[in-house]
C-alpha cells in the first residue's frame, strides 16, 4: 500500500530496528516502547486491521504469532509476555496495518482482562 507506514518499513524504506523476518512476517522495535521488550509483529501482507480478517487472510495471523513465539525465545521472555493487538479508532489502533504488540521483560500490571 503506497502511503502505509509500515508497509515502507516492511520495503526498508523508512529504517526500523529489525529484531525477526520471514517470508510472511516482519519484527522491529517500537519507536516508543512502554517494557523493556516492544516489539512490532506485523504480516508483510498490508492488512488494515483485525476487523478485515476472514478466510481469505487469516493465515497471516497464525504466521504472526508462531514468530511471536521465537522472538518471545530470542529476547528471553522465558517469564511470560504479553500481546496486544489495537483494532480501530476505539480500540486505539494508529497505524492501520494489522500489528501485533509484543511486551515484555518485566512483570506487567493495569490488565484489561
Ligand atoms: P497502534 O497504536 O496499536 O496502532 O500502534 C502503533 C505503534 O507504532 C505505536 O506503539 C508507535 O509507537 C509505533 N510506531 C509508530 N511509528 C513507528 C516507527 N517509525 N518505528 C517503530 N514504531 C513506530
Ligand atoms: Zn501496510
Known amino acids: 500500500m503506497d502511503n502505509c507506514l509500515f508497509c515502507k518499513i516492511i520495503a526498508g524504506e523508512i529504517p526500523s530496528t529489525k529484531v525477526y523476518e520471514d517470508e510472511d ?10 517494557a523493556p521488550v516492544h516489539i ?8 488494515p486491521c483485525a476487523d478485515a480478517l476472514d478466510e481469505t487472510n487469516s493465515r497471516a495471523v497464525a504466521k504472526c504469532f508462531e514468530a511471536i513465539a521465537k522472538i518471545a525465545k530470542a529476547e528471553g521472555l522465558q ?18 496495518h494489522l500489528h501485533f504488540h509484543l511486551l515484555g521483560g518485566v512483570k506487567l500490571g493495569e490488565k484489561m482482562i
Open 40 to 47: 512490532l509483529v506485523v504480516p508483510k501482507a498490508h492488512i
Open 79 to 96: 517469564d511470560g509476555y504479553r500481546v496486544i493487538n489495537n483494532c480501530g479508532a476505539d480500540g486505539g489502533q494508529t497505524v492501520m
Open 25 to 34: 512476517v516482519f519484527a522491529f522495535r517500537d519507536i516508543n516502547p512502554q
